[in-house]
């Protein structure tokens, strides 16, 4: 069996999956607002993290949990790294092994245009949890750790 280089297998990490389990994708804050309106979901729950961010590694299998229980009624639960692109390899492998499927994103765009492009009020500070109705609009927003609980209370408060 032929061993791959380190840049071979550096490629193969950074690559979207041949199967489709899952993508990642470049996005500054307007295509990612863009993507939101043009999904036109009932809510869209947006998490910005980083693989060094422990906080947002401890929530994160409670906003997986959120994303599969809103699955099938026409909400979802993105995802979008903070992190450098040379740091793609542990954003793919940190959301396979968090059971992460389809589309995620990762912040191509410098880190102060992104964070006031996507809510005014946020510092900058992760995790920051973003919550969007069907028109795109943002009505809900945390910045720091939150738990289940506080997320689905996020959610419902959109619902109404």
Same mark, same amino acid.
């Given at each position: 069996?032929?061993? /791959?280089? /380190?840049? +071979? ?6 690559? !979207? @999956?041949?199967?489709?389990? /899952?993508?990642?994708?470049? %996005? &500054? +804050? ?8 043009? =999904?036109?979901?009932?809510? &869209?729950?947006?998490?910005?993290? +980083?693989?060094?961010?422990? !906080?947002?590694?401890?929530?994160? !299998? ?8 809103? *699955? ?9 790294? =903070?992190?450098?692109?040379? @740091? ?6 940190? /959301?396979? *092994? $968090?059971?992460? *499927?389809? %589309? ?10 992104? %964070?006031?492009?996507?809510? !005014? ?6 995790? +920051? &949890? ?14 720091? $750790? ?5 997320? $689905? ?8």
């Amino acid at each position: 069996m032929k061993r /791959l280089g /380190l840049p +071979a297998v550096l490629l193969l990490l950074a690559a !979207p @999956a041949a199967w489709g389990e /899952l993508e990642i994708r470049p %996005v &500054t +804050a307007e295509q990612l607002k863009q993507e939101i309106r043009a =999904a036109g979901r009932l809510v &869209t729950v947006v998490n910005v993290w +980083a693989t060094w961010c422990l !906080p947002c590694r401890e929530e994160f !299998p409670d906003l997986v949990r959120l994303g599969k229980e809103m *699955e099938g009624e026409g909400s979802a639960v993105w995802f979008v790294s =903070a992190d450098f692109d040379d @740091a793609l390899p542990r954003v793919r492998a940190f /959301l396979a *092994e $968090q059971g992460v *499927e389809g %589309v995620s994103y990762i912040k191509d765009q410098r880190d102060m245009p992104f %964070v006031k492009g996507l809510a !005014p009020l946020w510092t900058g500070a992760l995790p +920051a &949890t973003l919550v969007f109705d069907r028109q795109g609009e943002l009505k809900g927003f945390r910045q720091g $750790q939150g738990d289940y609980e506080i997320f $689905q209370k996020m959610v419902q408060e959109v619902k109404g």
